[in-house]
């Protein structure tokens, strides 16, 4: 073990959460840890103000650090243990505790939830949390916070846990790097805090980003095969920094080590992708912001929309889920209050798919009781038979949930709000711009834009006026199309360390034999020649992109839900011929033109206009093939060879031919569906049924286990009523040995010291240190030949001896040896001198 400079102040804070249990877990805990360590230890545990804990007494005896209750302003010390008051909240502020009351109404407690995230604010990676046995969900908020800043989490195994809720929950969240019997936490404490990685945390992804660069680029490459999400686009300091922490989690002291670990392990590349997806988060996170949000912006929004124009918001980054379900009560909030009806759809996404699903699921652990306001959530959260708690359908049916790359896919559109909180942050500057670009193009004209607190719009402030800068709210101020390709590709580094998820956004150094990008010869040839409106559809005829002016061809889009496909994107009266020209492409593999195919009036001219159709694909990537549908007026060069005049009789017949076919195929795979339905229906009835004959059970297990909770309560309180009377009986029986000044001296079975009188100090040499050793350690002042023999005597046969002794010319004492009984059975001896009066015959 690494020696630790001699310093007051700790290395790491280890916050510590424990309750129903916890005792004999921090016993065990503090049995094994070093003294040395250099750290602090916090102890957080729930108890009542009417409870006067003997927590320092009783660990005190299980370490060597110093171990009191925590005071107000105390500065927190290396190699000492901080025990929270009874009814007191604790936080942890620039090194110092502080102190709060409990709340005063009957809102739920969550001290531990409190301290970690505090301990996470405070100090960061140089924090530690460990969950140990305890019932309910507290601890799982915070232990999620340690891990978003990069801290250690550690939880007690369930199967060693007298109660498991504590450490099950804080496991569920995905936050818990070590999964330990008490035993052996220290041992894996101690190797994390001496890693080097940890020791030199500030030189160390330094050294790793210029030495080993390629590695680190090996590993990347490998999550990104496994999981197909690419990390390349995040900031170096924030994947180096994530990487180092599973190393040193691992005790693994390099990046090729690690990178072989990886090859060997596959469960640790799943972990390291959780780690870089940062998907920490919580209801009504920075409430002051959603006060205003609420304020400001969604009252005045609800307020002034009609009926039939419907609110749409999109929710970026949403990780679990609580960020849009906390916009959605909000809006529901303001319909209510305002007593109005409104159309709202909050739209969701996130890249981790895990993460979504358990969003859409809907249901959250007990403690996100503390975090959302009551009358919201009465209105939003119904209880489920363990405890949690299950979003309403109303709520539900309000969000719509989708995995999404922020900076890949397409964005959404017609948004009135766009949320992405705290994820922009940990992405480089390009990405950031695509994906502020993205916002724009989805945000309406006058719409708004919520970033997180440590985040800005950046290069786009021309284009979003700052709402409320302190909050990061902020309004789009013009309706103008921004170009990804004409985005500033800074920041990205152009050889091995580059997102390939963003091709077009990465600055290459193209030699001029190397033929440029299937894309960019299209864009670049219709920038020359003026080029035609045109609509590029991907193999199944959605649009992917549009260039020029297609208004003229395509619908208005109208309120509801709406779809990129070809039949929905294009006028009712082209739509025939355009599909009929595509599916010939994408069929005969050949450009086709039909000429006069509709015609327009400009002024007092009629014009006539054609469409000319192929296919191309991405040179690198065959199996993405695109369609182009490109309208042209009767005065734009186009060549002849391909050009037929369009017939509109065999166009239709050959339409018909293909509709009769998919028709055919549909009504199969609608027979199949039906009878798929029914047996689908049946297994879900019965299933209802169960669930329904199970819920009946659970709720007479729940009356039940309210019962004995009942009757648990009513022995807890005769035992603390019977510790009270026997704490006052031995408040008697010291105060009588004191006023009757007889030497007493207390064994128990094995014969080592429990208690004594200040008379045995008149014959025997006893300090207090002496206690719990044994007699036979210990010296007379005076002689008393074979009195070691009568106590080991009085001990094992269970009968009083009493025999008497001569210490000095005119002194002679009286020594009773007696069991001390138990009920049935001896469980030690009682030793008593009483000196007698008069001459010595």
């Not at 169960?690 to 005769?718: I, P």
Request: glycine fraction near 4%; charged fraction near 25%; charge should be negative.
């Amino acid at each position: 073990m690494k020696a630790h400079k001699k310093t007051n102040k700790p290395s790491h804070i280890v916050g510590i959460g424990a309750s129903a249990g916890g005792l004999e877990a921090l016993q065990a805990l503090f049995a094994k840890m070093p003294n040395n360590l250099g750290v602090a230890y916090v102890v957080v545990q729930h108890l009542s103000s009417d409870f006067k804990s003997m927590m320092a007494e009783l660990l005190s005896k299980h370490t060597g650090m110093p171990t009191h209750q925590a005071e107000e302003g105390e500065e927190v010390k290396a190699n000492s243990v901080y025990l929270m008051p009874p009814g007191k909240l604790m936080r942890v502020v620039e090194g110092k505790i502080y102190l709060s009351d409990l709340p005063p109404d009957n809102r739920v407690s969550l001290p531990i939830n409190e301290f970690f995230r505090s301990l996470a604010e405070d100090q960061q990676n140089h924090a530690i949390g460990i969950l140990l046995s305890g019932t309910g969900s507290d601890g799982s908020r915070g232990a999620q916070a340690l891990k978003e800043v990069g801290a250690l989490v550690v939880a007690q195994n369930p199967d060693e846990a007298k109660f498991d809720g504590m450490p099950l929950n804080a496991i569920n969240t995905g936050a818990v790097d070590f999964i330990l019997n008490t035993q052996d936490m220290p041992e894996q404490i101690r190797n994390f805090i001496n890693h080097p990685l940890v020791v030199n945390r500030d030189k160390a992804f330094k050294y790793h980003l210029s030495e080993n660069e390629e590695i680190l680029n090996s590993i990347l490459n490998l999550v990104h095969e496994k999981t197909d999400l690419d990390f390349k686009a995040y900031k170096e300091s924030t994947v180096a920094r994530r990487i180092e922490h599973r190393m040193s989690i691992n005790n693994i002291k390099s990046l090729p080590e690690y990178y072989d670990y990886l090859i060997t392990h596959k469960k640790e590349i799943e972990l390291i992708k959780q780690d870089l997806l940062i998907g920490v988060t919580q209801f009504f996170r920075d409430q002051e912001v959603w006060d205003y949000l609420y304020k400001k912006v969604i009252t005045p929004m609800v307020l002034n929309r009609s009926s039939d124009d419907p609110i749409r918001v999109w929710c970026a980054g949403c990780s679990t889920g609580e960020e849009p379900y906390t916009i959605a009560m909000l809006f529901r909030a303001a319909t209510k209050e305002l007593n109005v009806e409104r159309s709202i759809k909050v739209f969701a996404s996130d890249i981790d798919q895990s993460a979504v699903a358990y969003a859409a699921n809907g249901i959250y652990p007990p403690s996100i009781a503390s975090e959302i306001p009551s009358h919201l959530f009465s209105n939003n959260f119904i209880q489920t038979a363990d405890g949690g708690y299950q979003v309403s359908k109303e709520l539900r049916g309000l969000v719509v949930f989708a995995t999404h790359n922020l900076i890949q896919d397409p964005p959404f559109s017609n948004m009135d709000l766009v949320s992405c909180r705290n994820a922009l942050i940990y992405l480089q500057n390009p990405a950031q711009q695509k994906a502020m670009a993205f916002f724009h193009f989805a945000i309406k004209h006058g719409g708004y834009l919520l970033l997180g607190t440590a985040e800005t719009t950046g290069s786009f402030s021309n284009y979003f006026d700052a709402f409320e800068a302190r909050h990061r709210v902020y309004k789009k101020n013009k309706d103008i199309r921004i170009p990804i390709r004409a985005l500033n590709n800074t920041g990205l580094k152009s050889k091995t360390y580059q997102p390939k998820s963003l091709p077009q956004y990465i600055t290459r150094s193209v030699k001029s034999s190397e033929p440029p990008k299937t894309f960019k010869i299209g864009f670049d040839a219709m920038l020359q020649q003026f080029a035609p409106p045109t609509l590029i559809f991907n193999k199944k005829l959605t649009l992917v992109y549009s260039y020029g002016d297609t208004s003229p061809f395509t619908k208005k889009i109208q309120p509801g839900h709406v779809t990129n496909d070809i039949s929905d994107i294009l006028r009712p009266d082209i739509v025939s011929q355009c599909i009929s020209a595509s599916h010939q492409v994408l069929r005969d593999g050949a450009s086709v033109l039909f000429e006069n195919v509709f015609k327009d009036v400009e002024g007092n001219q009629e014009r006539a206009w054609s469409i000319k159709c192929f296919t191309f694909s991405d040179n690198e990537q065959e199996d993405n093939q695109y369609l182009a549908l490109s309208f042209l007026a009767d005065n734009v060069f186009t060549a002849r060879a391909a050009a037929s005049e369009y017939n509109l009789d065999q166009q239709v017949k050959n339409r018909i031919a293909e509709l009769d076919n998919s028709l055919i195929e549909c009504q199969k795979l609608y027979r199949e569906t039906l009878e798929d339905l029914d047996t689908t229906r049946e297994e879900l009835q019965s299933s209802n049924e169960e669930l329904m004959a199970a819920n009946e059970e659970l709720q007479s297990t729940n009356e039940e286990l309210q019962s004995v909770n009942e009757e648990l309560y009513t022995v807890n309180s005769e035992y603390q009523q019977k510790i009270v009377e026997l704490t006052n009986i031995n408040n008697d029986l010291e105060n009588l040995l004191k006023a009757t000044k007889l030497a007493v001296l207390f064994l128990d079975k094995d014969l080592k010291i429990r208690r004594y009188t200040d008379a045995v100090r008149d014959y025997l040499n006893v300090i207090e240190f002496d206690l719990d050793r044994k007699i036979f350690d210990l010296t007379f002042k005076y002689s008393f030949p074979n009195l070691n023999q009568v106590i080991s005597e009085v001990n094992s046969r269970g009968k009083p001896q009493t025999k008497t002794f001569t210490i000095g010319p005119e002194r002679r004492v009286e020594v009773s040896v007696t069991p001390y009984q138990l009920e049935s059975y001896n469980n030690g001896v009682m030793v008593s001198i009483r000196e007698q009066i008069g001459k010595v015959d």
